[in-house]
């Protein structure tokens, strides 16, 4: 990105970022989300921080914007009311799904309901063999049938999915004309567009899931941009997508669905920036804002990525529990434990937390706006990690008598416990959740958590990092400036990309190089239509990705391929070393196969250059002190304060601290060292390790 003057925004479920970034300096914001119509605190947000810098909207060169808008309606199930066209005999597919048990040893196990119930899952006479070839023509009478069905239920949105349409689009591209014909008003998604892969079920559940957000989205964009231009800003608007690239209004209203995890994302983006300038090249980003606490592993600088993700799991940890979306993803794991996570006491006389959350209304206890749940925000204050005068830079005044009623009323009188513990407890937990989850992905992905080095931000993170942190065995934790609007922060430094799938069976002994030429050549010119809207000049950044597998197998591991021609032998060899590293040997002998091919094209960036470390300097005197319980050890200490915006370049502290800025405080335990990188950044380090 090279526009001069920027403002990014990312949407959460309990606070709403904005980070403005003039030439020579940024300036942020952080305010409560208004869920019953989201725009309605970013255009007031971004009238403060416009004043407040002294800027007339219309001096802004861009604007990038992230929600979870789309995550949340998927979650909630408040998006339209969707019907699915499918292949005669195939309407159950959506329901088999992968025809197995995720929770095996559960007797009451319950899978998730999907978003199209059974009675608006309708079929239409077609069929198409795997290789594309039409077997039964589609029957258009028997489509225009399905017609007055959709008015007399109201449909709102339409997914249509026909079986082996990613080889051959044809009849969903016919039955969309059709039903657009008759029904000009009504949102449709076919899934040779927004998922052109094998494996019907996750392609069906993409379209549905695409179809079921795309009137809010459109609705809402078009809000969002009504409510720029009302404050006087007539620049772009381009939106942040799962896979940490930005696209166009355009894209993001044709494929919503691509914006789930678009905040996350974003923190991922800055998390990379932030490994680069400190050489750390295994990484963990750590997000923990105010619903939903977030991990992605980065090694060698760059974030884990995947092509399939879960959205609203019934288990929490459980693969195959939630909806699954194909689409290029960030890989991470999300985790229902962020401030506004409530904690009470189960059936077992055990302390739990999330994953609902009381979100930004009423929220917490100590907000004093009605929310009478204890939460993690509320143990933080009595914690003493939380000065309540300063929380959101003063804009939101904490109550701490109203958080301490609320934790001896469900939790500690329950418990016959003190509130002390109660709140001890209540901050445990929810770190070993997150941990737990850490430990788990990793495992996931052959990887582990120790030594790397945690990447915390997000406006919760801070407190909870140096705790998380021993639990996983990681000795080293960085902070980054402005760390409690992180994630609008990595929207600044995200590249306007587009990456396209399609799937092509093609064995090495066999291999076709120039259908798979052509196959690239139409690819490119797909994915170059969509990034020429917001980047019209200038090289383009291209990465090819094979989707491979020994004959026989059920998945495969992804392969990035050479740049230049390709040929049997470099593509076999990228093949052996992609599968050695994953499972650390190679099967001899076996033919290999390609099954899907991705081309991935993005504006060209580059990394943050490794900056030296700066010398010592003598720290400034504290503010203040306060009393802090430590839940390791469950002492009380006094910890020094310090503003963050008084240390310099080169301090060195040793905890109990905090420092505390506008967005969050960090918390530096006792046993703990910190000091200030080059860019202001901190870096926390256990010193019994």
């Known amino acids: 990105m090279t526009k001069s003057t920027r403002l ?13 970034a003039l030439p020579d300096r940024t300036f942020s914001l952080k305010l409560l989300t208004t869920h019953d119509a989201p725009e309605r605190a970013v255009i007031e947000g971004a009238r403060n921080i416009l004043a407040e810098a ?11 914007h992230g929600t979870t808008l789309a995550t949340n309606a998927l979650i909630e199930r408040k998006g339209a009311k969707t019907a699915l066209i499918t292949t005669q005999g195939f309407r159950d597919s959506l329901e088999i799904a992968y025809e197995h048990r995720f929770e095996q040893y559960d007797l009451y196990m319950e899978r998730p309901e999907p978003l199209v119930s059974r009675d608006l899952r309708l079929e239409a006479p077609e069929r198409l063999a795997a290789d594309g070839a039409v077997l039964l023509e589609l029957d258009e009478a028997a489509l225009d049938a399905l017609v007055p069905v959709l008015q007399a239920r109201a449909i709102e949105a339409v997914a249509i999915s026909f079986l082996h349409s990613y080889i051959n689009p044809t009849h969903e591209e016919r039955a969309r004309a059709r039903i657009t014909a ?7 998604t076919i899934s040779s567009e927004v998922c052109r892969e094998i494996r019907e079920y996750e392609r069906t559940s993409t379209a549905i899931a695409n179809a079921y957000v795309l009137p809010l989205m459109e609705r809402y964009i078009a809000r969002m941009q009504d409510g720029l231009r009302g404050l006087g800003a007539n620049c772009p608007l381009l939106l942040m997508m799962s896979s940490g690239g930005v696209c ?7 494929y919503p669905v691509r914006l789930v995890e678009s905040g996350p994302a974003g923190g991922a983006i800055l998390a990379r920036n932030i490994a680069a300038r400190g050489g750390y090249d295994r990484a963990l980003s750590f997000d923990m804002g105010g619903t939903t606490a977030k991990i992605t592993l980065i090694d060698d600088f760059t974030p884990q990525q995947s092509r399939h993700f879960e959205v609203a799991r019934a288990y929490r940890f459980a693969k195959g529990s939630g909806i699954p979306v194909r689409i290029p993803v960030i890989d991470m794991v999300e985790i229902g434990a962020g401030g506004g996570s409530i904690a009470r006491v189960d059936s077992l006389r055990r302390i739990v937390v999330g994953p609902d959350s009381v979100g930004s209304d009423p929220g917490p206890a100590c907000y004093a706006n009605g929310g009478t749940a204890p939460t993690v925000t509320d143990a933080d204050v009595l914690l003493g990690r939380i000065d309540p005068a300063r929380f959101a830079g003063g804009k939101i005044a904490l109550d701490p008598a109203r958080a301490t009623e609320a934790v001896r009323t469900k939790i500690a009188a329950p418990l016959g416990m003190s509130v002390e513990e109660a709140v001890r407890g209540i901050a445990e937990i929810v770190d070993e959740t997150m941990a737990s989850a850490a430990r788990v992905h990793a495992v996931e992905n052959g990887k582990d958590t120790a030594e790397r080095t945690m990447i915390a931000f997000g406006g919760a993170a801070p407190l909870h990092a140096a705790r998380l942190a021993q639990k996983l065995g990681i000795a080293r934790v960085v902070i980054p400036p402005d760390a409690g609007v992180g994630s ?19 064995r090495l002994d066999r291999l076709d190089t120039a259908t798979l030429d052509m196959l690239f050549a139409e690819m490119r010119a797909e994915a170059e239509a969509v990034v020429r809207l917001g980047y019209p000049a200038g090289d383009l950044a291209e990465i090819r990705t094979a989707f491979m597998r020994y004959r026989g197998q059920g998945h495969e591991v992804a392969v990035v391929l050479p740049p230049g021609p390709i040929d049997t032998v470099a593509l076999r060899a990228a093949f052996d070393a992609t599968y050695a590293r994953v499972y650390s040997r190679v099967i001899p002998g076996l033919e290999v196969e390609a099954l899907t091919w991705t081309l991935a094209l993005a504006q060209p960036f580059t990394l943050p250059e490794r900056l030296p470390t700066p010398h010592a300097v003598a720290p400034p005197q504290p503010t203040g002190s306060a009393r802090v319980i430590d839940p390791a050890s469950g002492d009380t200490t006094d910890a020094a304060v310090y503003a963050r915006a008084t240390l310099g370049a080169g301090v060195h502290l040793t905890g109990p601290v905090i420092i505390v800025e506008a967005g969050t405080s960090t918390i530096v335990p006792p046993g703990f060292t910190v000091r200030v990188g080059a860019v202001g950044e901190l870096l926390i380090e256990d010193a019994t390790q």
């Open 182 to 188: 008759a029904l000009p008003s009504i949102a449709i």
């Open 8 to 20: 990014a925004v990312d949407i959460g479920g309990t606070f709403t970022d904005l980070v403005l």
């Open 488 to 506: 609008a922060h990595g929207f600044l430094d995200a590249p306007i990309a587009y990456e396209v799938v399609r799937t092509l069976l093609l």
């Open 248 to 254: 166009t209004v355009e894209t993001a209203r044709r």
């Open 54 to 64: 002294g800027v007339a909207a219309a001096s802004l060169d861009l604007v990038i």
